[in-house]
C-alpha cells in the first residue's frame, strides 16, 4: 500500500459521527459515542459519517435528507435499525466505513435534487435575484425583516428558522420553530414534539452527560457516560442561579447537581415555548439540557392538547 | 526607500478609504475604514512616531470592530445582498470632495516646508509621558472627565430603562383595535418595509 | 542575525503548533479533515472567508515576533513591543468576528458576535496586566521586561498577573472555559459552516496563537529567556511549553458559563481585580 | 522600517499561505444550505443582528482610549514618582465613575 | 519630500471623508466619512510631528487627541442613533430632520 504519512495518521483519527438519532434510540446513541475511537460530531461540516438510529417517521426523511446532504464529501450513511445488534458491532461497522472513506471510496450522493431553495438568477438590476432594498429573494433566499424586540423595543431583523429534528443541541425529533433577535429567542413554537424514548434516556447519568456537553466539558461528559467522575472545576456554579426555574424542579442548577449525585428529576414542566422564549441562547439550551427527554415530550403534548 | 514605503501606504490609506463608499457590505466598509487607519499607523511606524502609528491601529481595531456591530445593527440589507447605493446630493459632494482635496494640495504644494525630522534614537515615548505628567497635566485630566461625560451620555442617550420610564414609550402609536398595528402608519408589507432608497 | 530569529520564529510556530495538537490529541483528526471536501455556504463573503484563518496565523507570528528569543535578540525590538501585542489582541477580535461572519449562517453568526462581545472587555484586564509588568521596566518594550525580571520574576512580584493574563490566553486562543466563538450550544459556532481544509487552517492558526500567547505570557511572566545553566531559546521553549500544558489541561477541566454571566464578571470582578493589580504593582514599582 | 517589512511580511507569508493551501470552496445547492439541523431557514441569516450589549460597546470604546494615555504614563511612572501615581489614580477615578454607572443602569448585561 | 506624500495623502483622505460625510444619506454611513477626515488629520498630525517640528512632544499629545475626539464622536454618535433608532425605527439623515417637528 503505498500511503502518505498523512494517510496513515488520519486512519487512527476516531471515527467523526454526525448522529440522526430516531425513536426509541438516544440513550444508545449517546452511550456508543462515548467509546473511545469515535467522535461525536457537531455539525455535519465535521463529520464523515452519518449514523441513523432506529426507524425514522415518514415527515423526517426530508430533514434527514438535508443533514445528509450537508456532510462534505466522501461521505457514508450507516443504518442502524436492528435493535439487537450491539455498540460493539456498530462501532466494528463505523470503523469499517472510515477506513473506506480514507482509502479513497465513493462516498454517497446528494438526497436532495441540486437546486437553490429559490429562482434567483437574473432578477435585479445585478443579477442577484432582487430588486430595491430589501426584496426579491438575493441568491435564492429572502432577506429578514423587522419587528419588535421582547426585551429593549428596537425593532431590528428578526431570523426565523426551524431547528430540528437532528440538532445536536436538541432533544432527538424535536422541531422547534424559533424567531431570534441576535441571540435571544423572541418566539418559539414547537413544529414537532420529540421522539418518544424509553425511561433510560432519562438516567441522571445521560441527562448530566448533556449538561456537561453544553458547558463545553466534553471529555467529562465522556467520562460520566463511562461510569467515571466529571473530574471538572466549577460545574454547578458556571450555571447561572435561577435559570429555568420549574414550580418543584427547582432551577437548572439545582437539577445539574441532582443528575451528578444520581437522582433522577421527575418534573411537571411548563409548555416549552413559554420556558424558552425571552432566554438567551445559550442559557435557552442549557434550560433544555437540564429536562430529562420524557418530561420535554410531555411538555410538548401538554401544548397541543390545549 | 522610506518615500516609496510613505506613498505606498498613503495611496492604500486612500484607496481602503474610498473603498468605504464603494463596497456593499457594512462589515467590509467598517473594515476596509480599519485598513485605512491600519496603513496611516505603518506610516507613523516608518516616520519614527512607533507609539502614535501602533497605538492608532490598537484602538481603531477596536473602535471598527465596534463601528461594524453598529453598522450592521442598524443599516438596512447590512450585508449588501442587493447592491443599492444610498446617496444624496451626489454631485455637489464629489464636487466638495474633490475641490477639498485639490485645494489643500495646491496648498501643500505651494508652501515652503519647514524641515526638521525628529531625531532618531529620540526617546519618544518617555517625552509623551513627561509631557502628559507635566506641562499637559490639565489637558489629561480634562480628557478623563470628557470621557467619563461620555460614557455617562452613552448610557443614558443609548439604554432603555431611563430614569423616567421606558425610552421608546410612546414611539410607538396605539393600534386601532387593542393589540392592533399601530395607527398612522403603514400597514408592514413584506418587500418595501421602510423603504427611503428612493434616492439613487 | 535576523535570517536566524525569522527562523527562530517559524520553527517555534511550527513545532509549537505541533505540541498544541498533539496536547489536545487531535494530529489525526486534523489529517483526516484536510483530505476531505471544503464546502462553500449559500452567499458567503469568500474573500473573508478565505483569509480569517491567514490573518489570525499572522497575528500569531507577529505576536511571536516581539519575544526576545535571547537576552535582547528580539525579532521586533520595538520600544513599544506592548503596543504591538495589543493590536494584535484587537486584531485578533476582529479576525474571529471575520471568520463567523463570512459564511452567512446563523450559528457562526451568533459566535462571531458573542465572541465580540466577550473579547472586546477581555482587552482591558490584558492590558492593565501588561502595564504593570511595564512599570519596572520603564519601558513598553518586551526586552527591558525581560531585563527588569534579572532579580525576581513577575510572576512572584506581581503575583496576580499570571491568572488573570491566563483568562486573556484562553479567551485569545477560543479554548477552555472562554471559547465563546465555538462552543457546543451553537454546534462548533464560527467554525460551524468549515469543513476541510479551510477548518485545519483555522485549528493551527488556534495552535500557533496558543504558542505565540503563552510565548509572551513566558516574556511577561516568567523571565523569558533568562534561567540559569541552559541557554536563553531553550529556557524560553521550555516555559513556552510548560504554559501550553497548563492551558490546554486546564482549560479542558472548567466549565464554561452563559455569555451574559461571564460579561458581567468581566467587567464587575475581573476589571476591578486588574485594577488591584496595577496598584499594587505600582506601589511596589516606586 | 524593519518592523514594518517583518509585519507586512507575515501578513503576505499567511495570505498566500490561504490563497495557494485551499482549494477554493465547492458545493451543490443542498449542501451549501446553512446547518439548522434539517431545517431550514426563512431567510438570509445577515440580518440587522441586534448585539445585545450594545450600551457596554459604547460604554467600552470610551473607557478604552484611557490606554492612550496610560502607556506613556507607564514608561514614567517611575521617574516622575508619587506625581504619576496621583495623576493617574485621579484619572482612573474619573473613569471607574463612569464604570460605576454603568453598572448601576445594567449595561454590562444581555439587553 | 515624505513631508509633502505625507500630505497629499492626508488630503486625500480629507476630501474623500468630505465627500462621504455630504454624500451618505444613512447616519453611520456620515460618521464614517467623519472618522475619514479625522484619519486625515492623524496624518497630516503624524507627518508634521516627525518631519517639521523635531519631535515635539505635544505632536504626539495632539494626535492622541484626535483619536480621543474619534471615540468621544464614536459613543456619543452611536447612543444617539440608538436613541433616534429607538423612537423612530429609522437611521436616514432625513429623519433625523423630521424628528425635530
Redo the contacts between chains.
Sequence with gaps: MGMSP??R??????V?VFAAIGPGRQADVERLLARRGL?RA??P??A?VLLLAGDLPPDAMEPLGRVHD?V???RRILRWTDRTETGDAVADRLATAWRGL?GGEDGDDDLQPDA?SNAWRGVGPHGQGGTGMMGGT????PMAMTGLDIRDGLQLDR?T?RLGPF???LPPGLVLELT?Q??VICDAGVVCPPFAQPADADAPVLCSARM?????????ARRVIRGGRP?????R????RG?GRIEGGGDARERLAGYLAGTPAALAVPPLPELLSGL????A??VLASLPPSSILRATRLREAA | MTDLIVSLLAAFAAWTGWRVFRVD?M??AS?SL?LSFVAVGGIGVVLSA??IG??T??MM??E???M??FMVMFMMNP?G?NPMVMVHQHRISIAAGLLAATGLGVAILSTPLPSNPVPAEAPV?AQLGHELLGPSMLIFETAGVTLLATMIGAVILSSRRGRFGAADEGARPPGLDPGGPPAGRRPESGGGHHHHGGHS | M?AGL?LAVLATLAFGALLAVALDGR???L?????????????P??L????A???Y??LA??GL?VVPFAEGAA??D???G???W??CE??I??TV??HG?S?????P??GA??Y??IG??V??PS?FVL?AA???A???SFVAIVDSQRELWNVIRQPLGLPLFCIVALALTLR??M?YAD??????GT?????????V?WDIARAAMLVSVSAIAATVFLGGPLGPVLPGPVWLWLKIAGLMALFVLGG??????????M??I???IL?PLS?LHL?IS??L?? | M??FV??AG??L???L???Q???????SAP???????GGT?DS???QR?H???YT??LV?IA??ME?MF??PW??????E??TA?AE??MF?AIL?VG?LY??REGV???E | MTLIIVLLGAAALIGIGLYGALSQQSFVMLMMGLELMLNGALLAIIGFWSQALGGMPEGQLLAILVMAVMAVEMAVGFALVVAIYRKRQADMTESIGTLKQ
Aim: hydrophobic share 60%; with cysteine.
Design positions: 498523512l494517510a495518521l488520519a486512519l487512527r483519527a476516531p467523526p467522535r457537531l455539525t461540516r465535521d464523515a450537508q462534505p464529501r466522501p480514507c437553490p438575493p441568491y435564492g433566499r431570523y428558522a440538532a445536536p443541541m431570534l441576535g441571540d456537561l456537553a453544553l458547558l463545553g466539558l466534553e471529555d467529562a473530574g471538572a472545576l466549577w460545574l456554579g458556571a450555571v447561572p435559570l438567551e441562547w445559550a442559557e439550551m442549557l | 457590505s462589515v467590509r473594515f480599519m512607533p507609539y501602533i497605538a491601529i490598537f481595531a477596536v471598527m470592530m465596534v461594524a456591530i450585508a445582498l515615548v | 535576523i525569522v494530529l489525526a483528526i489529517a483526516a479533515q484536510g483530505a476531505r471536501q471544503r464546502v462553500e455556504t449559500e452567499a463573503d469568500r473573508n472567508r478565505d483569509l484563518p491567514a490573518w496565523l499572522a507570528a507577529i515576533s525579532l521586533i520595538s520600544p513599544v506592548i503596543v504591538v495589543g493590536s484587537a486584531l477580535v476582529v468576528f471575520l461572519w459564511p452567512n449562517a446563523p450559528f453568526l451568533i458576535y458573542r465580540a462581545a472586546l472587555p482587552l482591558l492590558m502595564i511595564a512599570l519596572p520603564e519601558s513598553l477552555g472555559p471559547d462552543a457546543a450550544d451553537i454546534a462548533t467554525s460551524a459552516e468549515e469543513s476541510g481544509p479551510a477548518r487552517l479542558r477541566r472548567i466549565a464554561r458559563t452563559t455569555p451574559s454571566r460579561l458581567s468581566l467587567w464587575v476589571l485594577f496598584a505600582g506601589v514599582a516606586l | 524593519q518592523t517583518i509585519l507575515w501578513a507569508l499567511a495570505a499561505l490561504a490563497r493551501g485551499m482549494k477554493a470552496a465547492a458545493s449542501q451549501a444550505a446553512p446547518f439548522l439541523g431557514p438570509h441569516a445577515w443582528y448585539f445585545r450589549p457596554m460597546a467600552f473607557f478604552e490606554m496610560m502607556y507607564a514608561v514614567v511612572f517611575v521617574s514618582g508619587l501615581l493617574m489614580g482612573l471607574s464604570i454603568g453598572w454590562f448585561r444581555w
